[in-house]
């Protein structure tokens, strides 16, 4: 079946420009994850959300991030007024949530370069 | 969330096994054990896990002792295809702040 889809799969962008990252989760997927990862480096937590709501939205790195998800599917993650520590990749990943070891599936991410 | 410490990086050769081992000394009671495959400009894919014991799948074996205080990714007979970055995570799915730390880093040479 089909896997968790990012679009775009890149984005370069300028400095002070607001960008929107989006994310299909796979079907029937009530847990949605929003990560980031520069170069050669872990994964970073953004935001999580369970059906629509995000009970946690302490991994954001500052005000100019804000991310949505509606009808319990799609997300959309947006950076305000980007900056060039903004350049990134930019990995969601979806799992069934409610069932104590559920993996996650992630997407190939969206590479974002703010110039 | 049970925090993890794993090799930073480990080498090895075409047809030969590497053993990968994660440290997770408070682990609790309900977490699970996960590995997580990661190729470059990929999202990472899961790839095994367990609770207790031993579990084998087409990819790898993940074996945990009783006290569940570490766990070990085997992977058999790699190829030059499984040079990846290999990840370890311990919770469940309420921990949603899941670490993912540096990795493991495997590289296969022929």
């Known amino acids: 079946g089909a896997g968790v889809s990012q679009s775009p799969s890149n984005k370069v962008t300028e400095k002070g420009k607001d960008v929107e990252l989006r994310c299909d989760p796979i079907s029937g997927h009530t847990a949605l994850y929003w990560y980031r990862q520069s170069l050669g480096q872990g994964l970073e937590f953004l935001i999580y959300f369970q059906g629509n709501s995000a009970p946690d939205k302490s991994g954001l790195p500052s005000d100019r991030f804000s991310a949505e998800r509606t009808g319990g599917s799609v997300s959309t993650l947006t950076i305000q007024r980007t900056q060039q520590e903004d350049s990134a990749v930019y990995l969601c990943?979806?799992?069934?949530?409610?069932?104590?070891?559920?993996?996650?599936?992630f997407g190939n991410g969206t590479r974002l370069t703010v110039t | 969330l049970a925090k993890t410490t794993q090799p930073i990086s480990m080498d090895s050769y075409e047809g030969q096994e590497v053993n990968i081992t994660c440290s997770h000394n408070?682990?609790?009671?309900?977490?699970?054990i996960t590995w997580y495959q990661q190729f470059p400009s990929q999202g990472p894919r899961f790839i095994i896990q367990g609770y207790k014991t031993k579990v084998t799948n087409e990819v790898a074996s993940l074996f945990i002792p009783a006290d569940r205080k570490s766990s070990t990714l085997s992977l058999p007979r790699v190829s030059l295809s499984d040079t990846a970055v290999y990840y370890c995570l311990v919770g469940t799915s309420n921990d949603y702040k899941l670490s993912f730390g540096a990795g493991t880093t495997v590289t296969v040479r022929a």
């Open positions: 408070n682990i609790a009671t309900n977490d699970y």
């Open positions: 990943a979806s799992s069934l949530g409610r069932v104590d070891n559920s993996p996650l599936h």
